[in-house]
């Protein structure tokens, strides 16, 4: 499968931005969606994960109340809902597929699919 990512821009501090990920086919509906991050000079980073039936989601502790993962298995789609940004948020926000789809996992070792990434930048 293959994922593109956008929504990514510059934003100021408090502000919002809403990501969306789109898969090329249907299998996208069986599987675990991640969304991670890769600030410049730092390692990735998971941020949020949600289950195939969005039955289930988790959070990195850094945006918990902030950041909102959904899907749309219709269109093929997740979305992650960023409020409140912080100048710390600023990153490259990928995407990422778990076809196995049997838990919700936080290490990208276990994504086998990558978008592009698109670039979130908070000014302060």
């Known amino acids: 499968v293959q994922l593109q990512a956008s929504g990514g821009g510059l934003v100021q501090a408090g502000g919002s931005l809403r990501l969306s990920c789109v898969a090329s086919?249907?299998?996208?509906?069986?599987?675990?969606m991640g969304w991670f991050r890769q600030a410049p000079g730092k390692e990735r980073e998971f941020v949020a994960a949600?289950?195939?039936?969005?039955?289930?989601?988790n959070y990195a502790d850094s945006v918990k109340g902030r950041f909102a993962i959904s899907r749309d298995n219709a269109k093929n789609t997740v979305y992650l809902q960023m409020n409140s940004l912080k100048p710390e948020d600023t990153a490259v926000y990928y995407c990422?597929?778990?076809?196995?789809?049997?838990?919700?996992?936080?290490?990208?070792?276990?994504?086998?699919?990558w978008g592009q990434g698109t670039l979130v930048t908070v000014s302060s």
């Open positions: 990422a597929a778990d076809y196995r789809g049997t838990y919700i996992a936080t290490s990208s070792i276990a994504y086998d699919y």
């Open positions: 949600i289950s195939w039936s969005a039955g289930s989601t």
């Open positions: 086919d249907s299998t996208f509906r069986s599987y675990t």
